[in-house]
């Protein structure tokens, strides 16, 4: 569904990214670790050409593009097969929570108001805010925001729905409803990339894990292969930094 | 004080609103756009052609607007001689036309700062959110950045149309006959001066504060996502 080859990015001299591979089937969700600084987000924003890669290919279904060198057509068409949930949001302040979760649709893919409210409606109400359609984003919690970033992600289908962070500007007790409404849009079907420190998430939802530190993927495999049999030095470390300590003793 | 006078020059002072206000939307219907694209080739730092935009920029921040009057009200006809060699005379040009270049030009420049102060308050994020969900720059410009630009940049574009306003009055220096004007030709004949300076100082008064209402109102209007007025 999604292939990602040798993909390099650097800021200046700073080497983000030193050729990162990926494979991502259709219904996949596939959560990347890795220490602060790791380059995750840039992957992420590489791949939806919020930032433009050195160098590196991914190929969405049929389409396959040139990170470094798409065209301004080619990058629309791969924004209509993936959508962006952001750490912080980033929610239309302007606009209403209906309308945030419309206007990809009436304007970017120029669906009729009425067929695309009613769609934005459904999707608002999959994530539990029923009721909340005519508020505006400062009017809603961090994780009603959240959860209309989801929404707004959600509605447009996307082939793979990218996730930078979606719980870690949340206060803790927000995290949930969050994880929750993840869960249910993966168990559904939906093809997810995710980068989270939620542990409990990758364990639970996730089916297959990548660990990237220092701009490379260290490790991947399976959750339980991961969390209970990690091979490198590396990715040792990292897990014990953060999982609880009830898990360390399977390390 | 002749209130007779003052009467009458009141009524002249309103005969000359019309044109006032006629060159004050002229000016910000050309300045608006075209201050808001400067704000952006500005943002492109294409080299020499930022420069020059600086240095314009510069020139009406740092010139009293009668200078900036006196300056192009006398080089635009050398200018348009030039290009039209004779055929036809630069001087039957009605100076509500000057009015319009001259205004504009110093008004672009006021719109084209307030614009890159109000574009730093919108957040990079909201431009990367309308990408992600497939729109095109044109498309996040308008819908999304635009009206969020917008409240923070109509209390100063309120304060620059009513210096905008009071700066017409200097219209009088190129003949133009708007408010100033007109009373004041009155006035010579019998000097009844402080009559007409209160006329005229009546009416700008209203105007202005029309136009500060006006704003406030299209403020209350635009700011209701914030949840709250915040002035
Ligand atoms: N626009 C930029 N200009 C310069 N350096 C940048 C830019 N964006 C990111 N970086 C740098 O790239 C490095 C990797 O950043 P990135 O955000 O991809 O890491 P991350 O793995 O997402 O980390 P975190 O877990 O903290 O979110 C950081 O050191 C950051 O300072
Ligand atoms: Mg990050």
């Known amino acids: 569904m999604l292939t990602v080859t040798n993909v390099h990015k650097a800021f200046g001299d700073n080497k983000i990214l030193q050729g990162v591979d990926l494979a991502i089937n259709k219904g996949d969700v596939v959560v990347i670790l890795g220490p602060s600084g790791s380059g995750k987000t840039t992957l992420l924003r590489c791949l939806n050409f919020l930032e433009q890669a050195d160098q590196g290919t991914a190929t969405f279904s049929d389409l396959q593009v040139d990170l470094a060198k798409a065209t301004r057509k080619e990058i629309y068409a791969v924004r209509q097969k993936t959508a962006f949930v952001f750490q912080n949001y980033n929610l239309f302040a302007n606009k209403t929570a209906l309308d945030n979760v419309t206007e990809g649709l009436i304007t970017g893919r120029k669906w009729a108001k009425e067929a695309a409210r009613q769609k934005a409606r459904e999707a608002l109400a999959k994530v539990g805010l029923n009721g909340k359609e005519d508020l505006y984003p400062s009017q809603l919690s961090g994780g009603q925001q959240q959860r209309v970033g989801i929404a707004r992600a959600l509605v447009l289908e996307p082939d793979i729905i990218l996730f930078d962070e979606p719980t870690s500007a949340l206060d803790p007790e927000l995290v949930g409803e969050v994880l929750e409404v993840m869960k249910t849009i993966a168990q559904e079907g939906t093809t997810m990339l995710v980068v989270t420190h939620e542990m409990s998430f990758a364990k639970e939802v996730a089916n297959h894990v990548i660990f990237m530190d220092g701009g490379r993927v260290v490790e991947q495999g399976d959750a339980d292969a991961i969390f209970l049999r990690p091979k490198e030095e590396r990715t040792k470390q990292f897990l014990r930094r953060v999982l609880p300590q009830e898990y360390n003793y399977q390390i | ?231």
């Open chain 2, 1 to 231: 004080m002749d209130i007779a006078f003052f009467k009458q020059a009141l009524g002249i002072a309103f005969s000359g609103v019309p044109l006032t206000l006629l060159v004050t939307v002229v000016t910000l219907i050309i300045a608006l756009p075209v201050g808001f694209f400067l704000t952006l080739v500005r943002m492109k730092r294409i080299p020499v052609i930022h420069q020059l935009i600086g240095i314009y920029l510069s020139f009406i921040r740092g010139t009293p607007v009668i200078i900036q009057i006196f300056v192009l009200y006398n080089s635009i006809p050398l200018l348009i001689a030039g290009v039209a060699k004779g055929k036809f005379d630069v001087y039957a040009i009605h100076p509500i036309w000057y009015a319009f270049v001259i205004f504009s030009f110093g008004m672009a420049a006021i719109v084209a700062e307030i614009v890159r102060g109000a574009l730093q308050t919108v957040d990079k994020g909201q431009l990367e959110a309308a990408y992600s969900v497939g729109l095109t720059v044109p498309q996040a410009y308008r819908r999304i950045i635009l009206p969020q630009m917008l409240t923070a940049a109509l209390p100063n574009l309120c304060t620059a149309t009513v210096n905008l306003v009071k700066a017409t009055s200097l219209g009088y220096a190129i003949a133009l006959p708007e408010i100033t004007l007109r009373t004041k030709v009155a006035a010579n004949a019998g000097y009844h001066y402080v009559e007409a300076y209160t006329a005229i100082f009546i009416v700008y008064l209203l105007i202005c504060l029309l136009i500060e209402y006006a704003f406030h109102k299209t403020e209350q209007r635009v700011r209701r996502y914030q949840g709250g007025i915040a002035c």
